[in-house]
């Protein structure tokens, strides 16, 4: 997440073992000679794993510091007094709470009045320990589906050792216990909602034929209560080649609305509404985020300029789209945010009376609360504490109650809370770590295109500018998802604590300047997210922050990816990298479980005008036996039913039998994330914090 003692017995050790005996890493046909790799439970691949987790683990938990950092990070994940957060269903707030003694969890509630008070009056709804002991499975939960207004029956999602795929079922959480007889989905990466209390909808896998080759549901049935479900009938079907159908819904002003979504790509859905005769399409862009509701509008984030009604709505813009008007054949839309220049929407929550939004100004966040005025919005800034990370955590629409955190890179997170009339903290984390003396400032350089990309730096206030400062750059870039200055227990244990200097990149393929800056490094355009990440690093040494033998970077999911082409194309930057739930193998991504889902991102690789292009940064295709590499961490997950295992494992091995080292750790179970338990999430960070101090300390 080393040099290896021996590097020439290790790669001679693994010379004998399955699939590696050859230096050529091509079959005799000319094919991956690492395909196996991609069976994910064979017992070979899973061997293979075992050996690279135990070379790894004898160069890495064998140092003083990994205990140190295992023992340390364990007991901020048990902490008793971590902020809890409201998790509002009705009158009530859920949580989930993972220690020592509750190792997958309990599902527990408390009045929301007792939790604005600060009382420990939890009450355990479902211990997932016991039901994992009873059901020989390692239930990971994932959120529940709630039928109102009464909130007392729920689709309880759960899944096995933290998959993407999850069972579903019926839950009553008065009775603490899953509903006899009642609905029960069995494991997929599908969804369901309520249509009332008799019928649900539900996309889910239903055999041949019926799921897309991304991996996620093709068709979608009504449920009847006590009926089976194979004759639950069809109401929507797309294409296998489409990304999906996915489902939801929820109960506004006592009606329950139902949506099903048609998504063709990852960025292209059309969305549909139940009606008394049948679903209906809703007449908005495909390309649109849907941001939740506000009464009964549907809150709607442009990624497109939008001409409709003879106005026209820049993309990046917030709408309303009244529902009830759109039923009646003529939808009110009205505009309620657009940013001006360096700005973007963060999140939207919504209360009875308002909604709050959070936006970015130059990545430092910002806080507004929204209320209707005539046939208008009206706006009161909220004041937040400084420059930093401003986080929605929750609202209640049938009360004013909404909550946020705030936090920055040395600034713990606060809770607070709102009731419409007053703002006020109500919970401030532990300093989990020592920050005296840390500053974070905001820096930016010119890409190579000359775009002007900022980055924030967290580091000693007594930093040498002499080039020896250990400095990790992170960076995602992608998927309009922004990466911003927020606390980080593990981060600062683990790097800055010890005088690291920790670099936040807000490099384009983000969504830290709204669509545009996504868009821009989409497809074709990737390669600008690599030149972003890039110049940081470069324009890092010509400060004379770093230099090459005391820089790392590292990424995680597209962010692997991103870790694994710093590897590949510059080499020279770095003395370590790690490279998290990766994507490497760009020519087989969109074969592997839901990469088909991502071909609006990064291209269709069988189609060779985008080959064209993906194939020069694709790690996989990129790595070569006379090119002197830094010796990299590879994180991946058994479990991991996103982004497959495969493409870790796949370069790892291709890596090894070019001669190069390399470390390697895998989870068994983690799904994603890589961890699904507190002890092997603290296992997992000891790993990539040893990793990086044995290679970058000074």
């Known amino acids: 997440m080393k040099q290896l003692t021996n590097i020439a017995a290790v790669i001679m050790l693994l010379m004998i073992l399955p699939g590696c005996g050859s230096r050529n890493n091509k079959s005799a046909d000319g094919t991956d000679g690492f395909l196996w790799l991609e069976e994910v439970e064979s017992e070979k691949s899973l061997d293979w794993a075992r050996e690279q987790n135990r070379l790894s683990d004898e160069v890495l938990t064998t140092r003083p510091e990994y205990t140190e950092l295992r023992d340390r990070y364990l007991e901020v994940f048990n902490d008793r007094e971590r902020i809890i957060y409201p998790g509002i269903v009705g009158d009530m707030s859920y949580n989930l709470w993972q220690d020592e003694k509750n190792e997958r969890g309990l599902w527990r509630r408390m009045p929301r009045k007792d939790y604005l008070a600060g009382r420990d009056t939890w009450e355990t709804v479902l211990d997932l320990d016991i039901l994992s002991a009873e059901e020989g499975r390692k239930w990971v939960y994932g959120g529940a589906t709630w039928l109102g207004p009464g909130n007392r029956y729920c689709l309880l999602h759960l899944s096995d050792g933290g998959k993407d795929e999850s069972v579903i079922r019926e839950f009553d959480a008065v009775e603490k216990k899953f509903v006899g007889g009642g609905f029960s989905i069995p494991e997929s990466k599908g969804s369901a909602t309520w249509i009332d209390s008799d019928h649900i909808l539900v996309a889910t896998n239903y055999g041949p034929g019926t799921m897309t080759s991304s991996g996620y549901p093709a068709v979608a049935r009504i449920w009847t209560r006590g009926e089976d479900p194979a004759n639950a009938v069809t109401v929507h079907r797309t294409d296998t080649a489409n990304m999906g159908i996915f489902v939801n819904g929820g109960e506004v002003n006592g009606k329950q609305y139902v949506f099903l979504n048609e998504n063709v790509g990852f960025y292209e859905s059309s969305m549909y509404i139940l009606t008394p005769d049948g679903f209906k399409l809703i007449d908005i862009p495909k390309d649109v985020e849907e941001r939740g509701m506000f009464r009964e509008q549907l809150l709607l984030y442009l990624q497109s300029d939008w001409n409709t009604g003879g106005v026209v709505y820049n993309r990046g813009t917030l709408l309303s789209y009244d529902l009830p008007s759109f039923l009646s054949g003529d939808p009110k839309i009205t505009k309620i945010y657009e940013p001006g220049d360096r700005e973007s929407l963060g999140g939207v929550m919504a209360t009875r009376d308002f909604m709050v939004i959070s936006t970015m100004e130059n990545v430092q966040g910002k806080l507004k609360i929204i209320r209707p005025d005539g046939d208008g919005w009206s706006y009161e800034a909220v004041e937040v504490p400084g420059i930093g990370t401003v986080g929605l955590a929750g609202a209640d629409e049938k009360s004013n109650d909404w909550f946020y955190t705030f936090s920055n890179p040395v600034t713990p997170t606060t809770l607070f809370y709102g009731d419409g009339k007053q703002v006020k903290p109500i919970k401030k984390q532990k300093d989990y770590f020592n920050a005296q003396g840390v500053k974070v400032d905001q820096y930016e350089v010119i890409s190579k295109d000359g775009t002007k990309i900022p980055y924030f730096i967290v580091y000693p206030a007594d930093m040498a500018y002499d080039g020896s400062n250990p400095v990790l750059v992170y960076g995602y870039g ?221």
């Open 478 to 698: 992608g998927f309009n998802s922004s990466t911003r200055p927020g606390y980080s227990a593990i981060t600062g244990i683990g790097w800055i604590e010890k005088g690291g200097v920790y670099v936040i990149a807000n490099i384009r393929g983000g969504g830290e300047f709204g669509p545009a800056w996504h868009q821009s490094a989409l497809r074709e355009k990737r390669q600008n997210a690599y030149d972003d990440f890039f110049a940081v690093a470069d324009d890092l040494i010509k400060r004379n922050i770093s230099s090459p033998a005391h820089m790392g970077a590292y990424g995680w999911s597209n962010g692997g990816l991103l870790a694994g082409v710093a590897l590949t194309q510059r080499p020279d930057l770095w003395n370590a990298v790690v490279i998290g739930a990766p994507l490497l193998d760009m020519k087989r991504y969109n074969k592997l479980l839901a990469g088909a889902s991502w071909m609006d991102e990064y291209g269709n690789p069988d189609v060779p005008e985008d080959w064209e292009f993906i194939s020069k940064y694709s790690p996989y295709q990129n790595v070569h036996k006379d090119v002197k590499y830094p010796e990299p961490l590879f994180i991946t997950s058994t479990k991991d039913d996103r982004v497959h295992p495969g493409h870790a494992r796949k370069m790892a091995a291709k890596m090894i039998d070019m001669g190069h080292p390399v470390l390697y750790h895998e989870t068994i179970e983690g799904g994603h994330g890589a961890a699904s338990t507190n002890a092997q999430e603290a296992e997992m960070w000891a790993l990539m914090y040893t990793y990086l101090d044995m290679k970058l300390a000074k």
